[in-house]
């Protein structure tokens, strides 16, 4: 793993982090299940932070979004809600 991802994961609070957009439908739709979940999480607007997709891109090795980072590293793009869920679920123990 490049040294940079390295970095980004260990800045990163112990929260999951998504990076997203307003536009993107998956984006929403991820938003919207970690919320009713009661999830905490750190949203990055693509749109507003300039460098955001860069990282998210650095962190997946992909252009598409969302890109949802877990505090233990591991990552998902555009994940079905089941995936996100069951991840979720595995990481609260």
Not at 15 to 40: F, H, P, Q
Not at 55 to 73: C, E, K, L, M, Y
Request: aromatic share 6%; proline share 4%.
């Amino acid at each position: 793993m490049p040294q940079a991802v390295i970095k980004l994961l260990k800045d990163m609070s112990e929260n999951i982090t998504m990076y997203g957009a307003e536009w993107c439908g998956d984006c929403r739709r991820s938003k919207r299940l970690l919320d009713n979940m009661n999830v905490a999480y750190d949203y990055v607007d693509l749109e507003a932070d300039v460098t955001g997709a860069d990282r998210a891109q650095a962190i997946s090795g992909r252009t598409n979004i969302p890109v949802i980072v877990f505090p233990d590293g591991s990552h998902l793009v555009e994940p079905s809600d089941a995936t996100l869920r069951e991840r979720v679920v595995a990481l609260q123990g």
